[in-house]
């Protein structure tokens, strides 16, 4: 009995001692509960709030990065606009982790030697530098340039380097390698211990052989050591600084063509454009082929020419359906013209279009052609019947016609040979003429 009445003391001990402290200390400090908690929880993590406290102080916000703020658009502005896209805002404030953040842009400019060095400006304004550079020239200048910037400053350097030309593509992320860095760490801590257990172990060696043995095993260590340094240093580094890869492209250099071609039955000047794809009729019959063009690249176009060698279609046989082939084509923009032709047997057509790109001021842009190859298979089949009266008649013609063919073909590979039977002939003339003249002695011998 004794036993089990102290237990219970010693059980309702220490929750009476707990209530009695949080009734002194609500008393003391002249509040109720509550704050008292919050006071208690706010000693039991002074440290980590001292840490959020720190860390919020050394943030400096996107907008007040004074030189690194986003500059004034450019000139281009009126020709190629501050950008289709509107980059996407990435939380850079200081968040108790260790993020990398990365980002590829590319941007449409008219100039990609200025805007490269525009570019570089304004990482430099914002404290950040050129890493890398791949520039190429003529006929399609680019520019590839790497950024290192501060990660505060990311956000900044987005904008600003959409606003040099027309933003065609962005690609931004946020990895977390928070977790690595840690593991990293811990893992260079133990390595570390490791190596200096080693030391002091070949320091009170006396043995070679244990010696030997030690050295190779510090060295081990010690390259483990360094290697897992270098991955650290890496991490901070990509976590120091944010990268941006910009691809700076020239607006006026990807020219395209876009061609499609159809046929149907049946001849109306191309009123009914488009038709079908391969296409199935009767020997001989009137077939309309369209053509649709259209600039699929970003420079003006001018100067269409269009041919077909199998359906021998030149451009001044083309009857214009919807638009006109010498005038100027803006990106987008499409025009449609037409073909009438007889289908004497099936063809495989090979459409050939070109263009020539023009600038603003209609000036040709040399180097830079337009052209596209486009083909489609029309099947002509015998209708079958009974044949009418011209139908035979040209049937008729067409046999004597290949019938003489022959004729000539034959004589023409005999005639080489023409002698052959003349010589034959006076082969035999000559045997048989002494045979003649021994029968007519004998006959005269018989009658003696």
């Given at each position: 009995m004794r036993r089990s009445w102290s237990r219970r003391v010693r059980s309702w001990l220490p929750a009476a001692l707990a209530a009695m402290l949080v009734l002194t200390a609500c008393s003391a400090g002249g509040g109720d509960a509550s704050e008292t908690f919050s006071e208690i929880a706010g000693g039991l993590a002074g440290d980590d709030a001292g840490l959020g406290e720190e860390a919020s102080d050394t943030t400096t916000p996107a907008s007040d990065a004074g030189d690194g703020a986003a500059p004034e658009p450019s000139g281009d502005e009126d020709d190629l606009g501050s950008g289709g896209i509107t980059p996407v805002a990435l939380q850079t404030s200081e968040i108790g982790r260790d993020i990398i953040f990365t980002a590829d842009l590319n941007v449409s400019v008219t100039d990609v030697a200025a805007a490269g060095q525009e570019a570089t400006r304004i990482i430099e304004r914002m404290g950040g530098f050129l890493f890398g550079q791949q520039t190429t020239g003529s006929p399609e200048p680019r520019s590839i340039l790497t950024f290192k910037v501060a990660p505060q400053d990311f956000q900044a350097a987005l904008t600003a380097l959409g606003s040099i030309g027309e933003l065609r593509s962005q690609n931004v992320s946020a990895?977390?390698?928070t977790e690595r860095i840690v593991d990293l760490e811990s893992r260079i801590?133990?390595?570390?211990a490791s190596v200096q257990r080693l030391r002091t172990l070949l320091e009170q060696a006396t043995d070679i052989e244990d010696i030997v043995d030690l050295e190779n095993e510090l060295l081990e260590r010690e390259t483990q050591l360094e290697t897992l340094r270098g991955q650290l240093r890496t991490?901070?580094?990509?976590v120091a600084l944010a990268t941006i890869v910009l691809a700076l492209d020239e607006a006026a250099t990807r020219p395209g063509l876009g061609v499609q071609v159809t046929a149907y039955l049946g001849h109306d000047d191309g009123l009914s454009c488009p038709g079908r794809g391969d296409l199935t009729v009767d020997q001989n019959a009137e077939v309309t082929v369209c053509f649709e063009i259209l600039n699929s690249g970003d420079t003006l176009l001018t100067g269409f020419d269009v041919r077909d060698p199998v359906l021998d279609i030149e451009s001044e046989d083309l009857i214009a359906v919807f638009g006109d082939t010498d005038a100027t084509l803006e990106p987008g923009e499409s025009i449609v013209v037409a073909a009438e032709v007889i289908t004497e047997r099936s063809v495989r057509t090979q459409t050939q279009v070109t263009a020539t790109p023009v600038d603003e001021e209609g000036n040709e842009l040399s180097g830079r052609p337009a052209a596209a190859t486009v083909t489609m298979f029309v099947q002509a089949v015998d209708p079958g019947g009974i044949p009418s009266f011209t139908?035979?008649?040209?049937?008729?013609?067409?046999l004597l016609i290949r019938?003489?063919?022959?004729?000539?073909?034959?004589?023409g590979a005999l005639l080489p040979f023409f002698w052959v039977p003349l010589v034959i002939w006076l082969v035999w003339r000559l045997r048989r003429r002494p045979a003649s003249a021994e029968a007519a002695s004998d006959s005269s011998v018989s009658s003696d």
């Open positions: 990895s977390d390698v801590n133990t390595a570390t991490l901070q580094d990509q139908e035979g008649l040209e049937a008729s013609w067409e019938l003489g063919q022959i004729f000539v073909l034959v004589l």
